[in-house]
């Protein structure tokens, strides 16, 4: 399995000098998470940007990464305001593997319960081996990604009637 951070709120922590939350170019909050876990995981860094910010260069590179990449089963850490268009774009591209996408509303630093329980989630998704896909894991919901939307006037996901 390989983690795949890309940034987005999950990942933001304040910057006391300009009282900002940033995108730190690390993986500091997956590896915090991770550390109450006992299995094998792979984990690389790839974008550090807020979804808002994400283009198509840097969907293509996603999935460049998924497609060299000798794993089968995929997490991706990204900010839910554009997870859908990743989604979209990957499972386009991709129908041999499983991918599942998961972020956060709030910042580790700020409300760890919630980004905690949707990487545990897509974890424990991933390794009850799944049928090949693109999936989102977010609110406790984890389903195709053509089946799960983010609510933006409730801010939360949700499925899709």
Do not use: Q, W
Request: hydrophobic residues 40%; glycine residues 6%; charged residues 25%.
């Amino acid at each position: 399995m390989l983690i795949l951070n890309s940034g987005g709120t999950f990942n933001k922590r304040y910057n006391p000098l300009n009282g900002e939350l940033e995108i730190p170019y690390d993986n500091e909050v997956i590896e915090r998470i991770l550390t109450s876990t006992d299995f094998d995981y792979d984990l690389a860094g790839v974008v550090y940007k807020d979804s808002l910010d994400m283009d198509m260069n840097d969907r293509k590179m996603l999935a460049s990464i998924i497609m060299e990449s000798k794993d089968d089963t995929f997490i991706l850490v990204h900010g839910t305001d554009s997870m859908n268009i990743t989604a979209e774009f990957l499972s386009e591209i991709f129908d041999d593997r499983k991918i599942i996408i998961t972020g956060a509303m709030h910042p580790f630093e700020i409300d760890n319960v919630e980004a905690s329980l949707n990487l545990g989630i897509a974890i424990g998704f991933a390794k009850a081996n799944p049928k090949n896909g693109v999936y989102i894991c977010m609110n406790g919901l984890i389903e195709p990604c053509k089946n799960i939307v983010k609510n933006r006037a409730l801010g939360k996901f949700e499925l899709v009637k």
